[in-house]
Nanobody, 124 residues
Framework: QVQLVESGGGLVQAGGSLRVSCGTSGRTSVYAMGWFRQAPGKEREFVAGIDWGGSRTRYADSVQGRFTISRDNAKTTVYLQMNSLKSEDTAVYYC??????????????????WGQGTQVTVSS
């Protein structure tokens, strides 16, 4: 069984930075990990993903160049560093785990485990 717990969300001004973390339990070193987000009234969307070894990453076009995903398998933690934040980045951010050694999927249906989410609010 895999459990995921997000932390680090909060309120930040536009143009600022924030790092959210995902603490994991279980054998997540063989899982690809992803970050998704869901704004009020919108579908949950892919933000970033990283493969099990940390060598392959994928990003949504909307965050490319501003966000960075990383993982520390020794600490069983996945990070999402968010820079140059915009008001449209406001959402609940969810961590997810996808079983297997493939590159991370952008489809939420491919992920097997989800955290409870952490709120990120960007004020303009």
């Amino acid at each position: 069984q895999v459990q995921l717990v997000e932390s680090g969300g909060g309120l930040v001004q536009a143009g600022g930075s924030l790092r959210v973390s995902c603490g994991t339990s279980g054998r997540t070193s063989v899982y690809a990990m992803g970050w998704f987000r869901q704004a009020p009234g919108k579908e949950r969307e892919f933000v970033a993903g990283i493969d099990w070894g940390g060598s392959r990453t994928r990003y949504a076009d909307s965050v490319q160049g501003r966000f960075t995903i990383s993982r520390d398998n020794a600490k069983t933690t996945v990070y999402l560093q968010m820079n140059s934040l915009k008001s449209e980045d406001t959402a609940v951010y969810y961590c997810a785990a996808e079983r297997g050694l493939m590159p991370p999927s952008t489809s939420r249906g491919q992920y097997d485990y989800w955290g409870q989410g952490t709120q990120v609010t960007v004020s303009s």
